[in-house]
């Protein structure tokens, strides 16, 4: 699986302190965590084998990570801070996700992100070889799907 460390490698190159989960540790609940001092973020990462078009389960993923870090305290957190999903392909029905999102967002006050691998590699990609800074509080209080401008 080289699929999840790379995007822990992605994350890395923009300077956050992102390390992948150990296969069969079970109290980690998310594949991926951006640590952070003050609001940390789990990362719910869906291989290419295992779905091409990120889905509304990975979208409940995300939120059973949310909860998980917020009721067990494992690291810092806030509830506007995003709980990741990052797959090969933006979701191919995207508004069944974007009401999924909507709607935990109403119930539960959790924010969920979406990001494909082309979108994060193209802001790491920025950031390398244009020199042009990413909006870190943007990324990490993402909600919805990422949408990247073709600037």
């Known amino acids: 699986k080289i699929f999840y460390p790379l995007v822990a490698d992605l994350f890395k190159c923009l300077g956050y302190e992102c390390t992948v989960s150990r296969i069969g540790v079970n109290y980690q609940r998310w594949d991926a965590f951006i640590y952070d001092s003050k609001c940390s973020v789990p990362i ?3 291989s290419p084998s ?11 993923q995300a939120l ?3 909860i998980v ?6 690291a810092p957190t806030c509830n506007k801070t995003t709980s990741l999903v990052v797959g090969f392909n933006a979701p191919n029905d995207r508004a069944e996700v974007n009401s999924l ?18 979108s994060l590699l ?29 600037a």
Not at 69 to 74: A, G, M, T, V
Not at 127 to 148: A, P
């Open 44 to 46: 719910e990462i869906k």
């Open 50 to 60: 295992e779905e091409q078009f990120i889905s509304v389960k990975a979208v409940r």
């Open 64 to 66: 059973e990570n949310k």
């Open 69 to 74: 870090l917020l009721s067990r305290k494992i």
């Open 101 to 118: 999102i909507s709607d935990i967002s109403y119930a539960f006050g959790i924010v969920i992100g979406v990001i494909d691998i082309r």
């Open 122 to 150: 193209k802001i790491v990609g920025m950031e390398i070889l244009n020199n042009k800074i990413h909006d870190r509080e943007q990324l990490m209080e993402l909600h919805g799907i990422i949408e990247l401008s073709n």
